[in-house]
């Protein structure tokens, strides 16, 4: 059984550009979410898909958008990155809705640096 | 408005002695808690969880406590162990459909040999 896999490991942008990452769940979970977690922060909720539809969303503005895919796989797209944007970017994944039955099991992220 | 806070960003303590992170939360709809450890260059590790309808939850050398009223949970680590340390988050949710994880900002622990 494979854990949860993020690509690529780092990531350099500017201002302006477009942005994705990738998230492979763990085998047979159907949930995805994804997090943002800034230099001395906790990771903040930015959107959970279920079944390939989104399923609750964090307060982030629209440029940030995802998809899920029939495999379970995931994407996380950013458009127009600004500064603020740098952060770690944690994908979980989760068999059902995130509850106290269901554990979330998390990939080792992507570190994405916006100039 | 920070929901789950930490509000010690460190704790140091010697091996074998007891580790407790504390985590206060505000909001009431939250009916179970969890904590995660994050060692650098990986995600965050599920460590243990509580439902609210529980006041403590052993695991091993880690048992949480919940204190409902004072909207308080702790963490005790007995004995510390070097490895032990790492980054700790709280985190807390509701059961249902759309719920998330809400972390609060995590605690260095760092366990002297």
Known sequence: ETGVTQSPTHLIKTRGQQVTLRCSSQSGHNTVSWYQQALGQGPQFIFQYYREEENGRGNFPPRFSGLQFPNYSSELNVNALELDDSALYLCASSLGWVSVYNEQFFGPGTRLTVL | ?113
């Open chain 2, 1 to 113: 408005d920070q929901q789950v806070k930490q509000n010690s960003p460190s704790l140091s303590v010697q091996e074998g002695r007891i580790s407790i992170l504390n985590c206060d939360y505000t909001n009431s709809m939250f009916d179970y808690f969890l904590w995660y450890k994050k060692y650098p260059a990986e995600g965050p590790t599920f460590l243990i969880s509580i439902s609210s309808i529980k006041d403590k939850n052993e695991d091993g050398r880690f048992t949480v406590f919940l204190n409902k009223s004072a909207k308080h949970l702790s963490l005790h680590i007995v004995p510390s162990q070097p490895g032990d340390s790492a980054v700790y988050f709280c985190a807390a949710s509701y059961t249902g459909a759309n719920s998330k994880l809400t972390f609060g900002k995590g605690i260095t622990l760092s366990v002297r040999p």
